[in-house]
């Protein structure tokens, strides 16, 4: 049975949603984390409300994601920015350093029954006619990765697959590619090269495959076909 492609968000869509958030509101900045979180990591509902400090290296940004999906645990990197926003988020709650990163504000553990109904509101605020859930942050962020990279087995590292056909989704191509690349093979215009990976993006795949322990000239080939 074919499988179908996952809908993303695009960078407009993102930039509308996080746009409606009130930021002065510490539930409110709470949710807005929770949906940058998951855009910027790809994290899972269950990875967001159980996650801790203690599972966050503060001078790296490296997370320990423990017993996730499958009981497997994996690592994912954030940048300096966002880890501040965490800490000034867990200084406006009152959390304990090693206490969970996302509650209410009394402290008790966030339900996946309130944040389902929340990122539907938000959605709709922003104006975004697509069926907005967690996981459609979850799909967008590894498109992007996969897009980035062109590295299969690192995007089911950080999506935490246990087999990589079910990472093979994240390779399909944009209707606007098919659309560049049809149009140029009738000399309707000139065929674009894939854009070449930049020192930033490569420095950053390096560092990843080593956290992750993955031989970067890993023949996929062999685990694709």
Request: glycine residues 6%; charged residues 25%.
């Amino acid at each position: 049975m074919a499988r179908t492609l996952p809908d993303i968000l695009t960078e407009d869509d993102e930039k509308a949603l996080l746009a409606t958030f009130n930021r002065r509101y510490p539930t409110s900045e709470r949710n807005r984390l929770m949906i940058t979180m998951a855009l910027k990591t790809g994290m899972r509902v269950g990875d967001l409300i159980n996650l801790r400090f203690a599972d966050i290296e503060r001078d790296t940004g490296r997370i320990h994601i423990k017993q996730g999906k499958g009981k497997k645990d994996r690592v994912l990197f954030i940048g300096p920015a966002l880890l501040s926003e965490l800490i000034d988020l867990a200084k406006r709650f009152g959390h304990k350093a090693k206490g969970l990163v996302f509650t209410t504000l009394k402290g008790a553990d966030l339900k996946p029954s309130y944040l389902r109904p929340m990122i539907v509101n938000q959605a709709k605020k922003a104006g975004i006619s697509k069926h907005v859930h967690f996981h459609l942050l979850r799909h967008t962020y590894l498109t992007r990765l996969y897009s980035q990279t062109k590295d299969l087995r690192l995007v089911q590292e950080v999506a935490g697959h246990a087999n990589i056909s079910t990472t093979q989704i994240y390779t399909h191509i944009s209707g606007e590619d098919v659309r560049t690349a049809m149009l140029a093979s009738q000399g309707e215009g000139p065929a674009t090269a894939e854009p070449p990976i930049t020192p930033a993006v490569q420095a950053a795949r390096e560092e990843l495959w080593k956290a992750l322990g993955i031989n970067s000239k890993l023949d996929l080939d062999s685990l694709i076909h």
